[in-house]
């Protein structure tokens, strides 16, 4: 009878034994240098040969995010929209990145008439500066001008 309880209690020692770790075999991507929180600090608006400095006026800021396949933007005013004309701009979409060439999908918009429209930029990176460059072009709007904005990363 003991001999019946001592192989018992082996059988049931060994079958609690955990296999040992596999070894992992995935591997990690590096973040794509576009992903993350990046905060407008200059923005150009080239039309027939003029330029204007469009954004960010002293009391309003803008940023962009970015995940592996999308996008969005807001703008607002930094009171809190207590002003005459308070500001609260913001779109999003989904992107193709190929080493400087970049195209957003702009899905969503609170200026609908924007909504769905593709437009294709230049992008740059160095260190934690982003710099966008080309052409927003509507027809039916009259939009037609090129945009240069640098943002700079969050960290």
């Not at 591997?27 to 600090?41: E, F, I, R, S, Y």
């Not at 990145?97 to 437009?119: I, K, M, P, Q, V």
Request: proline content about 4%.
């Amino acid at each position: 009878m003991k001999t019946y309880y001592l192989a018992s209690f082996l059988l049931l020692a060994l079958s609690s034994c955990s296999n040992p770790p596999k070894e992992n075999t995935e591997t990690t991507q590096p973040a794509n240098k576009l992903d993350g929180t990046w905060h407008l600090v200059s923005s150009k608006s080239i039309a027939k040969g003029d330029t204007t400095v469009t954004t960010p006026p002293k009391d309003q800021e803008m940023f962009k995010m970015f995940n592996g396949t999308n996008f969005a933007f807001f703008t607002h005013d930094l009171v809190h929209g207590k002003t005459a004309k308070p500001v609260f701009d913001s779109g999003a979409g989904t992107y193709t990145l190929s080493g400087d060439d970049y195209t957003e999908h702009l899905a969503y918009c609170n200026y609908r008439d924007w909504e769905n429209r593709d437009f294709k930029f230049k992008l740059t990176i160095k260190n934690d500066t982003l710099v966008q460059k080309g052409i927003e072009k509507i027809d039916s709007l009259k939009v037609d001008h090129e945009i240069i904005e640098t943002y700079v990363k969050v960290k």
